[in-house]
C-alpha cells in the first residue's frame, strides 16, 4: 500500500471515534512527481469504499499542489 494510502487509513482507524463525530470525512493525496496509479490498486478501492460508506465523504489524488473549494468536496472529479 502507498504510504499516503496507509497513512489516511491509519489516522482514520486511531482516531475512528473523533472522524465519526464529523458529517463528512474528505482524503486528499497530493503527489509531489507524476501521479501513481492509486486508483487501479485495491489499498485505494477500500479506503475509497470505506470513506465512502463509513464517512459518507471521498478521497481525490492530486498532482503537485491543489486549491479546493469547500463547495467543491463531495465533487468526485
Same mark, same amino acid.
Given at each position: 500500500?502507498? =504510504?499516503?494510502?496507509?497513512?489516511?487509513? &491509519?489516522? /482514520? /482507524? /486511531?482516531? =475512528? #471515534?473523533?472522524? !465519526? @463525530?464529523? !458529517?463528512?470525512?474528505?482524503? %486528499?493525496v497530493?503527489?509531489? $512527481? $507524476? @501521479?501513481?496509479?492509486?486508483?487501479?490498486?485495491? $489499498?485505494?478501492? *477500500?479506503? !475509497? %469504499?470505506?470513506?465512502? =460508506? *463509513?464517512?459518507? &465523504?471521498?478521497?481525490?489524488?492530486?498532482?503537485?499542489?491543489? *486549491? !479546493?473549494? #469547500?463547495?467543491?468536496? #463531495?465533487?468526485?472529479?
Open positions: 500500500m502507498p =504510504k499516503s494510502l496507509e497513512q489516511i487509513k &491509519g489516522t /482514520l /482507524l /486511531l482516531y =475512528k #471515534d473523533f472522524f !465519526e @463525530t464529523f !458529517e463528512r470525512v474528505y482524503g %486528499r497530493v503527489v509531489a $512527481s $507524476s @501521479t501513481p496509479k492509486l486508483k487501479a490498486t485495491a $489499498s485505494y478501492v *477500500n479506503l !475509497e %469504499r470505506m470513506i465512502r =460508506k *463509513n464517512y459518507h &465523504g471521498n478521497i481525490k489524488i492530486f498532482e503537485k499542489q491543489k *486549491n !479546493e473549494k #469547500d463547495t467543491e468536496l #463531495d465533487k468526485l472529479k
